[in-house]
């Protein structure tokens, strides 16, 4: 998930330093907002999907058709994606109006759709924001063909299923039903569908932002690219929603030399210089440090969590914090990522020749930023730690250009609580998962949310689809989704928006 500054920059500008200062000044009462909706009540299983075969089938057929059109940036395309929403939503009684699919060019289509809500409402839209665009998956790496629906032992399979065709499908099928229904909301609700999340240049909210920001024009967004709930084994163990984000960031290091006949070894060797660098880097992790959303996050694991893992958590939060459970609990994958700074080796290259002494070795470092830290701080930490003045660390863009100096932006704080979303989202959660917690959460990843509140607009990652927390397997081999997920997923954001959008409800 390709995130930079200069691409944020560009369109968001409006509003950005209002909505960051109200975001500093209210940080506190988001988490007394979320803070009073963790309850203590275990959770049960999940009640019945409530669909009814007809509203099954559709759901199905329309994420059947997403999985199936290949919307890799290397080799496909959203505009074909973008278009069969579009076809359904228009067949289900959407003005052709109401329904565009626009882009910067034939391959990048955003689809924007407008619910309309009640006649004379003066409150300003729901904006409801996914993403078509998936990573690449190859078909040597899988068992299955990833460009093909398949359902096999209570699973959906198939690249995007988790991240995040299923939930595209979610919202065009609930905004059809509602539609069926006869619902009339009491603001219009905006679903954008858009390209280039997860790489390539043409990140579609970015753009809708700068070139058609009345399109996408919003009071609050919900993104449920993060967010959900997580099982364990099957079992709901909580409702998490995302409150903040880290910030990504790319950068190259370089090694170079002037290299020789590999039968004349030197001392100074460009691919070995790199590899001690990135050593360096592998034994030397960024301090742990916890912002209001994590330490939140962590006060309630420790409740839900049991035996070792529970007692490190509460050594990480401890004062001061027990170094060995900061160490301990870092061994967990999940944990580590919220606990820091994450930044790590992703590709290699080196040398030009067999027989030749390599003359420049260059590694990709990505890294996952935490919130009040920039990507030039990050980048000078990178310099100190691989200790080589020798080497280059340069930050790397989007579109490949390669900088000296990264952004002194930080990474936003969360926006302002919205009691509306909070009270619908408890509501929702409990007719399929009754009493499960509610847990505030910082995405350790990224997501569009970042250009939506650049731009002034409140967003909350929240999702419906349960995934077990040992079976999160987005960007990864045979990607999928349990059956009853999806459906409980469908039922969720059709009640969702219902009882944030009705004062019946």
């Known amino acids: ?19 960051t200062a109200l975001a500093l000044a209210v ?35 329309i994420f059947r058709e997403l999985i199936e059109i290949d919307t890799t940036d290397e080799h496909g395309a959203t505009t074909p994606a973008a278009e069969a929403m579009a076809r359904r939503l228009r067949a289900a009684g959407f003005p052709s109006a109401d329904v565009v699919v626009i882009g910067p060019n034939p391959r990048k289509g955003n689809l924007v759709a407008r619910y309309r809500g009640r006649s004379g409402s003066t409150l300003k839209p729901l904006l409801l924001l996914g993403h078509l665009d998936v990573v690449e998956a190859r078909r040597e790496d899988w068992s299955t063909d990833p460009f093909k629906f398949l359902e096999k032992d209570g699973y959906f399979y198939g690249r995007g299923t988790q991240d995040m065709k299923g939930d595209d499908a979610v919202l065009v099928v609930d905004l059809i039903r509602l539609k069926r229904e006869g619902f009339v909301p009491d603001r219009d ?75 004349l070894p030197r001392p100074d060797n460009a691919i070995y210089a790199l590899t001690h660098a990135l050593d360096r880097l592998e034994a030397s992790p960024f301090p742990v440090e916890l912002n209001p959303v994590t330490r ?12 070792a893992t529970a007692a490190d958590i509460r050594g990480v939060l401890a004062t001061p914090p027990d170094p060995q459970a900061e160490a301990r609990l870092a061994r967990s994958v999940p944990y580590n990522s919220i ?37 030039e701080e990050v980048r000078l930490d990178l310099t100190r730690i691989f200790a080589d003045p020798a080497l280059t660390v340069r ?21 302002p609580p919205r009691a509306d979303v909070m009270a619908a989202l408890r509501r929702a959660s409990d007719r399929l998962w009754p009493g499960i917690p509610l847990l505030p959460i910082m995405e350790a990843g990224a997501s569009d949310s970042i250009y939506t509140m650049m731009a002034g607009i409140p967003s909350y990652g929240i999702s419906g689809m349960a995934i077990d927390r040992d079976d999160k397997r987005m960007h990864g081999r045979d990607e999928r989704v349990p059956v009853a997920s999806f459906d409980h997923a469908v039922q969720f954001y059709h009640d969702l928006l219902e009882f944030l959008t009705s004062s019946r409800h």
């Open 1 to 19: 998930m390709r995130k930079t500054l200069e691409r944020l920059a560009a369109g968001t500008r409006a509003g950005a330093a209002s909505t």
């Open 395 to 415: 930050y790397r863009s989007d579109a490949g250009e390669l900088f000296d100096h990264g952004s002194d932006k930080k990474a936003m704080s969360p926006p």
């Open 296 to 307: 939140a996050y962590l006060e309630r694991m420790a409740d839900i969590e049991t035996g």
């Open 27 to 61: 940080a506190p009462a988001l988490l007394a907002a979320a803070l009073t909706l963790l309850v203590a009540s275990p959770a049960g299983a999940a009640a019945g999907s409530g669909l009814d075969a007809a509203d099954r089938a559709l759901a199905r057929d």
């Open 339 to 375: 606990l820091r700074t994450t930044c790590v080796a992703t590709m290699l290259s080196g040398g030009h020749a067999p027989n030749a002494l390599p003359q420049r070795a260059e590694a990709n470092v990505n890294c996952r930023i935490l919130p009040g830290h920039s990507q």
């Open 189 to 263: 609700i905006v679903l954008a569908l858009t390209a280039d999340e997860e790489g390539g240049q043409s990140n579609g909210i970015s753009w809708l932002l700068e070139h058609q920001r009345d399109l996408v024009e919003a009071e609050f967004a919900l993104n449920p690219d993060s967010g959900g709930v997580v099982l364990d084994h099957g079992k709901p163990l909580t409702m998490n929603f995302e409150a903040t984000e880290k910030l990504y960031a790319d950068y190259q290091v370089v090694a170079t030399n002037p290299g020789g006949h590999s039968s």
